[in-house]
């Protein structure tokens, strides 16, 4: 049997699961063929950048194959399902509600697979559960980790993604090393002069050039950076005598 399918833009605007699948490809070009299939489920509203075109295709399986266009599509879409071991549908949602997963069975294998992975919170939908893409897989996850814009929505998915990889054996956790996660080496720390405060614009782990101004004093003068550096732990409070620290990337 297929193992994992990765299952994306059953919402057609829900890009996310768009960005998870070329991240996992970025990150391991061979996965393809070695246990983990992508499908696009609404290619055509995605392209159309809509949520559906007739139907809302979450909500029509099994589908219908003399249906609306979503009716037909789930009625195609149900068959290559129901032969992975795994399928995991990757959803965003602007509710305001995150860190979900949504399944529509609750039965042993799908407890074991949850314990796996260990979401925060997990639904257990049971009103129409057969209406939905999951409903159509043997262990159907939905992930639901947060508003599409939120770039950790992005991290979530991609860490419960690679959680469920591991497990299956498609990946190992030496695989990752390097890709995904960025490593920095601190290897100074900034002066703080007494009263002086960060411009408005410094982020953590944002560049800061050799001669930007990156600070001010009291009397409005400029700090300048003697070298590039990676500001972490970085504050015009955080410390007494320092601003933070300077970080530089490292090569795992
Ligand atoms: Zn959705």
Redesign the pocket.
Known sequence: MKKILLNIL??GD?CIGKKVADEILRMYPNIIGEGLDIQIANERAYGEKKRYIDHDL?RVFPGNPMGSYEEKLANQLKQNISTYKLVIDV???ESGSGDMVIVTKFDESTKNILAVLEPKYVLFMNIQPDRSLISSARIGLAFEMGSENDEKTFIKTMIGVKRLLSYFKLITPQDSFGFFTKYFEVFAQITKPSGAHLKNHIENFLLIKKGEVFAEKVDSSGITAEFDFYPVIFGSTNYETIFGFAARPLDP
């Open positions: 059953t919402h829900e979450n959803h965003s949602t």
